[in-house]
């Protein structure tokens, strides 16, 4: 059983910056892509980001060129770097890991963009 546990989330104004730290249990951490969701209030779970165990990278196009994912395989932990943050990325912020068959989730991390 993998467990996912986010952290750094927070209330943070327009135009600020957040950094969203996943850190996950279980072996083989390298070779499963990780990946963050969000999801606002009324609205569906959404992808925001993925790497994938070669560090090819994708993201939605509402946060790309501001938001970075990045992977440290010798801490099993993945990143969020969030940039140019906006009222509209406030959301709670999953990790998720891909293996065969299923994903696993964490409990996810609260961000609010507000002034």
């Known amino acids: 059983q993998v467990q996912l546990v986010e952290s750094g989330g927070g209330l943070v104004q327009p135009g600020g910056s957040l950094r969203l730290s996943c850190v996950a249990s279980?072996?083989?951490?390298?070779?499963?892509?990780m990946g963050w969701h969000r999801q606002a209030p009324g609205k569906q779970r959404e992808l925001v980001a993925r790497?994938?165990?070669?560090?090819?990278?994708n993201y939605a196009d509402s946060v790309k060129g501001r938001f970075t994912i990045s992977r440290d395989n010798a801490k099993n932990t993945v990143y969020l770097q969030m940039n140019s943050l906006k009222p509209e990325d406030t959301a709670v912020y999953y990790c998720n890991q891909m293996q065969p068959g299923r994903d696993y989730w964490g409990q996810g991390t609260q961000v609010t963009v507000s002034s």
């Open positions: 279980g072996n083989f951490f390298s070779i499963f892509a």
């Open positions: 790497i994938f165990s070669n560090l090819n990278t």
